[in-house]
């Protein structure tokens, strides 16, 4: 996993994690990156066993079940909503490959991915806003071309 290109695209946003795959898939340590990124201390990460205590009784058998149906895969893709530090729900993508019986994979705050959208958006309406002007001189430039300049007739 190539952190450098991760910080450079997610900044402080996402934490790389190590779990079992197996059917408990238990996520038990805690780096300082995932602390942070749930805004946990380390010390408050010692009580917590595994990430899954931080999913919402009503959400954790669904998230468990379709997790160990894409490790049959091999690779994981789901939004996790986890309850941070200060008590709220954040939501979380989390992105993984099973290898052995580990998976090795990222969570990566869905407000950090949005604003990447977001941004890319902004720079597509400004390509978009571009290439409109082009073509509205390129049509001018044509009919000025097929139209003589004095009679506006269409030139043969």
């Known amino acids: 996993m190539d952190v450098k290109l991760l910080k450079k695209l997610y900044g402080e946003h996402f934490a790389a994690y190590e779990c079992s795959a197996d059917e408990m898939l238990s996520f038990t340590h805690f780096t300082p990156e995932l602390a942070c990124l749930l805004g946990y201390s380390m010390e408050e990460c010692e009580s917590i066993s595994d990430l899954w205590q931080l999913v919402s009784e009503d959400e954790l ?6 997790l160990l ?30 290898t052995g019986d580990t998976v090795t994979g990222i969570l990566v705050s869905v ?10 958006s902004v720079k597509l309406n400004a390509y978009k806003t571009r290439l409109q002007q082009t073509k509205s001189m390129v049509d ?5 071309y097929e139209h003589d300049s004095l009679s506006k007739l269409y030139n043969a």
């Open 61 to 66: 058998e669904s998230r468990k079940m379709i």
């Open 69 to 98: 149906e894409q490790l049959e895969d091999g690779d994981v893709e789901i939004l996790l909503p986890l309850t941070k530090g200060d008590g709220t729900i954040g939501w979380f993508l989390n992105r993984g490959v099973k």
């Open 111 to 120: 407000g950090r991915i949005k604003g990447l959208f977001d941004r890319q």
């Open 140 to 144: 001018s430039l044509q009919v000025q």
